[in-house]
């Protein structure tokens, strides 16, 4: 019987750390520009009746095929996506990912993707600030206090110095939370709340937007000179002007951040992107150029490969410590 290999959220976490996630977001991002490793744009299916242009992005099903040899990754990541379920007490999210081995694509293991997304998420942003954010950057502005602004402030402090901390979200719970929950892991930023998102990001060197909102909750004009804009949800809640006032808009890959604002925004422009982050990795463009710029970097096609890969790392490791639950998988059966 072949054995496949069942990983829990837990598992993963004790796993994987943030510290291996980024290196391997960079190395996505690379492979995916050089066009050794591919990923094709995600399959959604949205709720029956849902209007891709008025209603927010969610009651959705999607599926994401990834595969790259020289990264030894093959496999399928999946997510499901209701906002509503926050009202209910329920994770807003749910996901799952195949590892297969890329050389016969036999299933290998089966990892949840809740806390892979999350982090992932956030190492992608740590990834583009590191070449769009200024080098001595040192504020950080973070729209949303849920998961994915504590794994934001921890991917950014891995790269950067930061100081001070700049964090509003519309639930004041949700910010005092934040504050005893991160203040004791970085004992050492000032980690401060705001009532309204425009003083949270005045002065902000970069600025995380993880906010479930389906409507722009800061604006472009309130950015300042030299910020870094990671719009995480691409314009859900960012303002989509920032694509044509900023001096660079980057972008992961065209085939889905194209694609998906092309369809979402009427006032979308695919001829404002400067780059992708990949071209400007690999030296193929220049990223910043000056300490006055102000950049907007958005990158939702570059995410099943990056969990994938976070994946299959995590399934190796617990081959080698014993960790997980076994399950036979049996075999094919013929008619």
């Known amino acids: 019987m072949e054995e496949v290999l069942y990983l829990k959220n837990t598992d993963v976490r004790d796993l994987v750390t943030m510290s291996d996630i980024i290196p391997i977001c960079e190395e996505v991002f690379k492979g995916v520009a050089e066009g050794t490793s591919l990923q094709e744009n995600a399959l959604v299916f949205m709720r029956p009746g ?42 807003i999210l749910s996901s799952l990912m195949l590892v297969a081995d890329p050389e016969t694509g036999i299933p290998r ?22 070449y769009l954010a200024k080098k001595d950057s040192s504020s950080l502005a973070i729209i949303g206090c849920g998961l994915q602004g504590r794994t934001h402030l921890i991917a950014t402090k891995m790269l950067f110095d930061i100081k001070d ?31 309204n998102p425009k003083d949270a990001v005045n002065g902000a060197d970069i600025v995380c937007m993880v906010t479930t909102s389906y409507v722009p909750v800061v604006f472009e004009d309130w950015i300042g000179p030299g910020c870094l804009v990671c719009a995480t949800h ?35 422009d695919e001829k404002t992107v400067y780059a992708r982050l990949g071209e400007v990795i690999l030296g ?50 013929v008619p």
């Open 50 to 91: 849902h209007d891709f242009m008025r209603d927010p992005f969610t009651d959705f099903v999607e599926a994401q095929p990834a595969f790259s040899r020289p990264m030894h990754i093959c496999g399928i990541k999946t997510i499901i996506y209701f906002l509503g379920n926050a009202d209910k007490g329920l994770p």
């Open 234 to 268: 691409s314009f859900s809640d960012f303002d989509i002007k920032a694509t044509r006032t900023f001096d660079k808009y980057v972008i992961g890959d065209p085939t889905c951040d194209v694609n998906i604002s092309k369809k979402k925004y009427a006032d979308y």
């Open 109 to 130: 293991a089966y990892v949840e993707g809740e806390w892979i997304v999350g982090m992932r998420t956030a190492a992608n942003d740590a990834v583009g600030a590191k």
């Open 284 to 333: 193929w463009k220049p990223g910043r150029e000056s300490d006055q710029e102000r950049i907007i970097w958005h990158h939702k096609g570059v995410v099943g490969l990056s969990e994938v890969a976070v994946a299959v790392l995590a399934y190796e490791r617990a081959k080698e410590k014993g960790i997980g639950v076994k399950l036979e998988r049996s075999p094919a059966i």
């Open 165 to 195: 901390v700049r964090i509003h979200d519309r639930y004041e719970k949700a910010m005092k939370k934040y504050i005893a929950d991160m203040a004791g892991m970085y004992p050492d930023v000032n980690i401060r709340s705001f009532d």
